[in-house]
T-cell receptor, first 106, second 117 residues
Framework: SQQGEEDPQALSIQEGENATMNCSYK?????LQWYRQNSGRGLVHLIL?????REKHSGRLRVTLDTSKKSSSLLITASRAADTASYFC??????FGAGTRLTVKP | NAGVTQTPKFQVLKTGQSMTLQCAQD?????MYWYRQDPGMGLRLIYY???????DKGEVPNGYNVSRLNKREFSLRLESAAPSQTSVYFC????????????????FGPGTRLLVL
């Protein structure tokens, strides 16, 4: 069974808009990671947030973690066409969800 | 640094044939992993190696074997391929500083696309 589950399954926005995707998980975690996968390529690590952290930033990315709700969100601000990819969350035992497919239209 | 490399990039097998997927990393990482990704799905862990000389089953180990040849290399073997093993296979590595196999950033290879007819 998959530990992390992303929502929505697909998201289409215009360049310049913000994109928010969510991840829910079932059991207690030590940390949660977000990865990006461009079509046909391997996964690239974006951010790791630990269970004692509530928010973390990296460039245009902002990740929040709510351990009481067992959920995390990834916000991409001022999106670009190059952000078009699938985004996955993974819990510390590396169980991945099915991902959110983000399309950013130029 | 090449990071994580995988060979071959693409392979077609007939049912019952065997093959070995190769993976190597040049980052001096302790832990290595094999995943499969089916269309429209996330990755599922097949096997992992927390350190040189150890291997453990992941979520979907049936039909596969692995060998941690040395610190750099971790191979995945299909002894008798089945159509259900058609998938994209990813190898990854991690520094795993805290002594466990998980919980740190993983670095992924480009993948091997396997088609079993």
């Amino acid at each position: 069974s998959q530990q992390g589950e992303e929502d929505p399954q697909a998201l289409s926005i215009q360049e310049g808009e913000n994109a928010t995707m969510n991840c829910s998980y079932k059991t207690s975690i030590n940390n949660l990671q977000w990865y990006r996968q461009n079509s046909g390529r391997g996964l690239v690590h974006l951010i790791l947030i630990r269970s004692n952290e509530r928010e973390k930033h990296s460039g245009r990315l902002r990740v929040t973690l709510d351990t009481s709700k067992k959920s995390s969100s990834l916000l991409i601000t001022a999106s670009r066409a190059a952000d078009t990819a699938s985004y996955f969350c993974a819990t510390n035992d590396m169980r991945f969800g099915a991902g959110t497919r983000l399309t950013v239209k130029p | 640094n090449a990071g994580v490399t995988q060979t071959p990039k693409f392979q077609v097998l007939k049912t019952g044939q065997s093959m070995t997927l190769q993976c190597a990393q040049d980052m001096n990482h302790n832990s290595m992993y094999w995943y499969r990704q089916d269309p429209g799905m996330g990755l599922r862990l097949i096997y992992y190696s927390a350190s040189e000389g150890t291997t453990d089953k992941g979520e979907v180990p049936n039909g596969y074997n692995v060998s941690r040849l040395n610190k750099r290399e971790f191979s995945l073997r299909l002894e008798s391929a089945a159509p259900s093993q058609t998938s994209v296979y990813f190898c990854a590595s991690s520094e795993a500083l805290r002594g466990g196999a998980f919980g740190e950033t993983q670095y992924f290879g480009p993948g091997t696309r396997l088609l079993v007819l």
